[in-house]
């Protein structure tokens, strides 16, 4: 949601239709009904106390308004503050902040909401010292409205001096440190308060919060109508109870010591005690007619009841070298007790604030390198009219008049300025200037101050009343001065009493009675004394002059009326050195409802701020005005040739191009740095427009984001990719280095390596020890193989296939002899060798085998139990079984398929009996043998060689081999078994049968000797 949907009216009065006072009330009073308490003129904020707590200070709002615009929030003090602390940081320039209004507008409230934002947002992390001077800055307004503020019928908590306070920033702007300049304050309030309203917070705090001893230690009791300084007015109870507890906590974090927070304590008693001290005469002489209550007045002043006495009741007067000693008479007695008491009090105030200034102030040292810029804060009491005004309202209305002069000078040189830098016509805009006024208040010689100046350096008796006579004389043809005397007819000013000021916020009629005697402000030189010798050395430092000799001739010192003209004057030209922004405080109503909204008293306010000519004046033909290139970044997205990037030269230029693509134009004049919109309906037609854009955009924005974080994590995946590559070619090759260096002897070892223990590959070289553990053990065969020649490799092979079946169960199997396979084809070994190749010949044309790989005479035993010579051959495909030599080695027909072979059973001694073993009914059970004899050697491995061999390239699979001396057979289809016995005597082997048991008896030599 943007901010103008939310808005109430018009955000900014510069955007009415039309600018009437009565739009102008209207677009004011249904913005406050609705909660809108701010509403802008331009860069100036209107702000109308809302008398309710607000849900709009907390840290979202901190947040919102932060680094923003004016325009980009809704308005609020924070977009002011912003703006001033942005300027500070961006233009280095120091900046201040005028808060004006009438008494009880929301001037203090608006001050203490800038000095929370400024210390929200200044580094939010940064050192000690800054987080100091933040806290510092927000807790000085407790103690110095304890002080300074009273409740009037105005205002409960109003302030009764001025403020002006700077919050100075290093370079790096950030808040360092701070310093306070108060303003007159009202101090007749001490001794004296109108119906309604109350003497200053601390008296009600002290009474109404203190605890019981701490009363008694300075003689007090809790009733605030026991004390002649505060029954006058009202004794209603604020919040002082909890308040006192806060002032507490306030002087502790500025440092203050226990000592200093009693010498304030009890010289706010020692006030209190001293209006309660009672004149009268006895025997024509003055005395002091509660002892007692002089007692305790010296007590907490820490000075002698004697000095006390004397100081009060009368004065010691040095003339031509003589002194000499007064006793004061009764009234005088009084006027002086007054007088002392307000005097003590100004110059605790005075001194509280210098105490906070110590504590916030840049220290010396640093100032020169960290000192930087400031933000002053100006807050000032409102402009008041009571129903008795004296010289006190004087001062407080003349200086709203030179703030609101400085408002005029400001804004409309602005302005003014503004419109040239820029290059546009400037329109006259009437408006009334109050310098007319300020002249009437302080021009030298014809001003009231100056007369009244004059009236007090008179010698010789001259009263108020000839103080009336001599201004209506010098100010009979004012304009904006008024008498009796001057107008007879006005019934409303008193006879030789009143006088008018047609102030610019309105008529005031103020009495002159007391004006030459507040105006001298005189204190005799006995107090001074009296309390510079005081034993409290806080309090003896409040009176330097008290030092002075009785002797000496003092210059008159300056008059209240000129000290708060110059200080008027020196807040004036500090404040013209900054660049200023504006809060101007509205009160809606003199009940503090939060929701009347009186129209008159409200009306009567904006005429008087002259809000009207400031809408007119920032208008000037033009409701807003904007840099090219804030106001293209804001609307660019109206126009395609803007949007997203204008692609011209000048941001100027893209402005040009979107009005006229809009048909704006001829509503916007160009500046050399800022466009100016003529009419509010042009700047709504593209806020609107914008508005309409916004989803758009956010989707755009959104998919760009989306795109963006997408392409972002591929290059992440891409990156980790490489880095898994990386890493692990890093690893395969220290894997490898480490082979490497394990098996660099391997070549020399005896067993080539087998020994080496291979190190844990890491997981990406997995497959890779597989293969290479593979081509080790082919590498280490090939060299195992190289002794022997190359003709050997057949048979080894077979070896290696016969030692692997057997597992090392038979110790004797032929591995030592040259194994010649076909045995019946050679004439060594078979007599009829001729006659077994026309017969094998004959069995391969009709079996089609294509080698045989062994052939042997053997002994055959079948499942008639009978044993006969027989002869077999191992072929590439199955067993033949051959008749014997007689029978011309006659196929018998009866082969076995060497795939159809399930295992094989041999004995583990030195006999050459074999068993086929089959899933058909007969197993195949033969022992080998030579022509006529038994075989000398072992043949018994290298037939197991080639029938495990072939049967391997058949199934794949292991052809198991069993070794054992007895084991199960089955002949004709009947299990039966075999135990091999070696018999004592016996010299040739054979087949025994005894039913189930088939015994083969072997020599005793041919016993199994693993
Ligand atoms: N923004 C605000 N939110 C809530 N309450 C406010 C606000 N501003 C002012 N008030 C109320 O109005 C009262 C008077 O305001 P404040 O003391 O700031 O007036 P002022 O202009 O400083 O008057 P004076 O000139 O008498 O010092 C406050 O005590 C508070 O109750
Ligand atoms: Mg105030």
């Not at 507890?245 to 005690?273: C, H, Y």
């Not at 997981?763 to 022997?788: D, F, P, S, T």
Request: net charge positive.
């Amino acid at each position: 949601m943007t901010m103008r949907e939310q808005e109430v009216g018009v955000f900014d009065f510069v955007l009415l239709d039309e600018i009437t006072l009565e739009k102008f009330m209207q677009n004011l009073q249904k913005r406050y009904q609705a909660g809108k308490i701010y509403t802008y003129i331009g860069e100036v904020a209107i702000s109308v106390n809302p008398y309710r707590v607000m849900n709009i200070y907390g840290n979202d709002y901190i947040n919102k308004y932060k680094n923003r615009e004016l325009f980009e929030n809704p308005p609020h003090i924070y977009a002011i503050a912003d703006a001033a602390y942005r300027d500070l940081r961006q233009q280095n320039k120091d900046t201040c902040i005028v808060i004006s209004g009438e008494s009880g507008s929301g001037k203090t409230e608006a001050s203490k909401i800038i000095m929370k934002y400024i210390a929200a947002v200044t580094n939010a992390h940064s050192q000690h010292d800054i987080e100091r001077v933040k806290n510092v800055l927000i807790q000085s307004n407790t103690i110095l409205e304890t002080f300074g503020n009273a409740k009037t019928n105005r205002n409960d908590n109003s302030s009764r001096f001025g403020k002006y306070m700077d919050i100075e920033f290093d370079f790096k702007h950030e808040p360092v440190g701070g310093i306070i300049t108060n303003f007159l304050l009202e101090k007749s309030r001490i001794v004296q308060q109108q119906e309604g309203e109350r003497n200053f917070h601390c008296f009600y705090q002290l009474l109404r919060g203190a605890s019981d001893a701490e009363l008694k230690q300075y003689g007090l009791t809790r009733d605030p109508s026991n004390y002649h300084f505060t029954n006058q007015g009202s004794t209603e109870t604020l919040s002082e109870r909890n308040d006192y507890k806060t002032t507490q906590q306030a002087f502790k974090a500025f440092g203050f010591s226990s000592e200093e927070i009693n010498t304030i304590w009890r010289t706010v008693a020692a006030i209190l005690q001293l209006g309660n001290i009672e004149f009268g005469v006895q025997d024509d002489e003055i005395v002091i007619k509660n002892q007692n209550q002089l007692k305790t007045v010296s007590k907490l002043l820490c000075v002698t009841e004697a000095e006390a006495s004397t100081a009060l009741t009368q004065r010691v007067i040095a003339a031509h070298g003589d002194i000499m000693k007064k006793q004061h008479d009764k009234s005088q007695a009084e006027f002086g007790r007054d007088a002392f008491a307000k005097a003590i009090y100004e110059r605790l105030f005075t001194w509280i604030v210098e105490r906070i200034n110590r504590a916030i102030e840049v220290p010396n040292k640093k100032l020169a390198k960290r000192f930087n810029r400031v933000i002053g804060v100006v807050d000032i009491y409102g402009f008041e009219i009571f129903e008795k005004n004296s010289l006190e309202q004087f001062c407080i209305n003349y200086c709203n008049e030179k703030l609101q002069q400085l408002f005029i000078e400001l804004v409309l040189k602005q302005e003014q300025e503004e419109y040239q830098r820029e290059g546009i016509a400037w329109t006259n805009v009437e408006y009334f200037n109050n310098q007319i006024i300020c002249d009437l208040v302080e021009a030298p010689h014809k001003g009231i101050i100056a007369i009244i100046d004059e009236a007090c350096m008179t010698v010789g008796k001259i009263n108020d009343e000839m103080l009336l006579e001599a201004m209506d004389k010098k100010l009979a043809h004012h304009k904006h001065y008024s008498s009796r005397q001057l107008k007879p007819m006005d019934k409303e000013l008193k006879h030789k009493q009143d006088f008018r000021i047609t102030h610019y916020a309105g008529d005031v009629a103020y009495s002159i009675i007391g004006f030459i005697e507040k105006n001298k402000d005189t204190l005799y030189q006995d107090f001074k004394r009296l309390l510079y010798h005081s034993n409290d050395k806080i309090i003896s430092s409040m009176w330097p002059e008290g030092a002075q000799d009785i002797t000496k001739i003092t210059k008159r010192p300056l008059t209240a009326g000129t000290i708060f003209m110059k200080s008027m004057s020196d807040l004036v030209q500090t404040l013209l050195s900054k660049e200023p922004f504006y809060i101007r405080c509205i009160k809606p109503n003199d009940s503090k409802s939060s929701v009347l909204f009186d129209e008159v008293r409200v009306e009567h306010q904006v005429r008087y701020l002259g809000l009207l000519e400031n809408v007119r004046v920032r208008r000037a033909g033009f409701v807003h005005r904007q840099r090219y290139d804030k106001f293209l970044l804001r609307y660019k997205m109206l126009s395609q040739y803007t949007w997203p990037n204008f692609k011209g030269p000048t941001d100027r230029d893209g402005v040009r191009v979107l009005l006229e693509e809009k048909r704006l134009l001829n509503d916007c004049k160009f500046g050399h740095t800022k466009i100016f919109i003529r009419s509010p309906r042009t700047l709504f037609q593209l806020e609107r427009e914008r508005n309409e854009m916004i989803p758009n955009i956010i989707i755009f924005l959104q998919k760009q984001v989306r795109g963006w974080i997408a392409r972002q994590n591929y290059k992440k995946m891409k990156a980790a990719m490489t880095i898994m590559r990386v890493y692990r070619q890093l690893k395969l090759r220290s894997y490898i280095a480490t082979l490497a260096q394990r098996f660099q002897h391997a070549k020399k070892m005896r067993d080539f390596g087998k020994s080496i223990q291979w190190p844990t590959p890491p997981i990406v070289g997995r497959r890779a020890e597989y293969h290479l553990k593979q081509m080790h053990g082919n590498w280490r065969a090939a060299m195992i193989l190289k002794r022997y020649p190359r003709s050997e490799w057949p048979q080894l092979r077979l070896q290696i296939i016969t030692a692997t079946a057997l597992k090392k169960r038979r110790k004797y199997w032929g591995q030592e002899r040259k194994w010649l396979g076909n045995y019946l084809g050679m004439s060594t070994e078979n007599s009829n060798y001729s006659s077994f190749n026309s017969s094998v010949n004959n069995i391969k044309n009709t079996e089609q085998y294509h080698h045989i790989l062994f052939s042997s005479f053997v002994k055959k035993f079948n499942k008639c139990n009978k044993s006969a010579d027989r002869s077999i051959i191992v072929t590439d495909t199955a067993i033949y079984k051959l008749d014997g030599a007689k029978n011309k080695f006659k196929n018998m027909k009866r082969s076995i398929a060497i795939r159809e072979i399930s295992s094989i059973s041999i004995s583990p001694g030195r006999d050459q009996l074999i068993v086929f073993h089959s899933h058909h009914n007969n197993d195949l059970i033969v022992n080998l043998q030579g022509e006529h004899t038994q075989l000398k050697d072992d043949r018994i491995g290298e037939i197991i060689g080639h029938v495990c061999k072939k049967y391997y390239d058949y199934t794949n699979r292991d052809l198991p081999v069993n070794v054992a001396s007895t084991f199960s057979v089955n002949l004709g289809g009947k299990p039966r078994k075999i135990s091999i016995e070696a018999v004592a005597g016996v010299e040739n082997v054979g087949f025994k049968h005894a039913g189930q048991i088939i015994v083969f008896e072997v020599p005793s030599s041919y016993a199994s000797s693993i």
